[in-house]
């Protein structure tokens, strides 16, 4: 178990996606950049309310006159069909469609995005005229250092919030989630405690799980530390984003190790009518290497999404094929899981186990099947909605599932 917390954790390290979208961004406009992708991605942003700004402040308002230096800001849908269509239009002519355009002609700039009938993201990118020549005329000319604030209003009108639309209400969710949690350990930890000191045919599977909880708890009070910071500067502390993404995955393959050994153990030995006390962690050497085997698959699947992904907590709605790959695995798994438990519950002759049983398969399907439910829910919510949404599913779901089992 040791060892593949370990692997956890590794993975989860290797493939972190890039922190919340919309941040206060620092870098540079580079002539070079634009020129070799038409117009350089500085980033994207989902404004919402009749006040969003961008601000943006600039070093060398010299070079970047010099330069004719300009902000192209695209819709995300408008993008899209020029990007569809990237052998239709010219350098130019793309550029020239953009909706808001804002030059750079001074220190400071502001922007004001508004937003009409919803929230949609804005991709920004930098070009000046050497952009959409051929020649390497810009190849030593100098880079622009820069400073740019995404804002949404706030609740009085003001343009001062960091969160994009898919990420308002963010905060707040984290902090009644750790306040939750918090509530719940000052209730249980206590008995709790006892109890795996105790020991007995549940010991193992309290420990496991208790450490489950424990690191969605983390996670949770990792992203509202990062979330607070965030609010006030808008970049926020990357680590603890990091290290939340890493406390979740790691508690999702622990709670997938758990129930795969448990339940495969107890269905191997009724397989072989064993009289042992099937409440206890019945690991044997088939259950530990189909278990093992299930939780490399699934953190390889992970791992080849997160890949294709760019944004934040986006493996909870699955857009990709690795994403569809999970849904299947955890389908089956809850399928075949679900009917080895009941064949130990229909031959079972004790009350008391049976109703545990029964309790735990519940608990068990709706762990398994959390991911597939908000990969279809997703689809119910608009763009700038879906993430947000499935996150706070997630960790109710997960968290939830997590006290049932």
């Keep these: 178990m040791g060892v593949l917390r370990l692997l956890a954790v590794a993975l989860a390290c290797c493939w972190w996606p890039p922190g919340s979208q919309g941040k206060t961004l620092r870098g540079s406009f580079s002539s070079v950049a634009a020129r070799d992708a038409q117009g350089q991605s500085i980033g994207h942003f989902e404004f919402h309310g009749d006040h969003a700004l961008l601000c943006v402040r600039v070093n060398n308002v010299a070079v970047a006159v010099g330069k004719e230096a300009k902000l192209h800001l695209f819709q995300a849908q408008e993008w899209l069909k020029l990007q569809e269509n990237s052998n239709g239009y010219s350098c130019s002519e793309k550029l020239s469609k953009a909706q808001l355009t804002m030059t750079m002609n001074q220190t400071e700039h502001n922007l004001t995005v508004s ?114 910071s965030y609010s006030k500067d808008g970049i926020g502390l990357p680590f603890m984003g990091s290290l939340a993404e890493v406390f979740d995955i790691t508690s999702q393959i622990h709670m997938l190790f758990l129930l795969l050994s448990l339940c495969m153990g107890w269905t191997i030995v009724r397989m072989k009518k064993s009289q042992s006390r099937p409440l206890q962690w019945d690991s044997t050497p088939a259950s530990t290497g189909i278990a093992v085997f299930i939780v490399i698959t699934q953190s390889i699947l ?41 064949q130990i519950i229909t031959v079972e002759r004790s009350t008391l186990k049976r109703e545990f049983y029964i ?26 909605q879906r993430d947000k949404e499935c996150v706070i599913l997630a960790m109710l779901l997960f968290s939830s599932s997590g006290y049932k089992v």
């Design 115 to 228: 937003q009409i009938p919803y929230p949609q993201t804005w991709h920004v990118f930098y070009a000046d005229k050497y952009t959409c020549k051929d020649d390497n005329e810009n190849s030593q000319v100098e880079d622009i250092p820069f400073e740019m604030m995404l804002l949404n209003p706030d609740a009085e009108g003001n343009p001062l919030d960091h969160f994009s639309a898919g990420e308002s209400g963010l905060h707040e969710f984290f902090f009644l989630l750790v306040l939750v949690y918090f509530v719940i350990a000052c209730i249980y930890a206590q008995s709790l405690w006892q109890a795996i000191n105790k020991g007995g045919p549940m010991h193992m599977i309290l420990k496991v799980l208790t450490t489950a909880l424990l690191l969605q708890a983390g996670s949770a009070l990792a992203n509202y530390i990062h979330f607070s």
């Design 302 to 342: 992970l791992l080849w999404e997160q890949f294709e992904e760019t944004s934040p907590h986006s493996y909870y709605s699955h857009h990709n094929l690795a994403g569809i790959l999970l849904i299947i695995l955890r389908i089956c798994l809850a399928l075949s899981l679900g009917c080895g438990l009941y």
């Design 359 to 384: 309790t735990f398969a519940k608990g068990c399907v709706l762990w398994f099947l959390c991911h597939p439910v908000l990969a279809c829910i997703s689809f119910m919510f608009n763009d700038y």
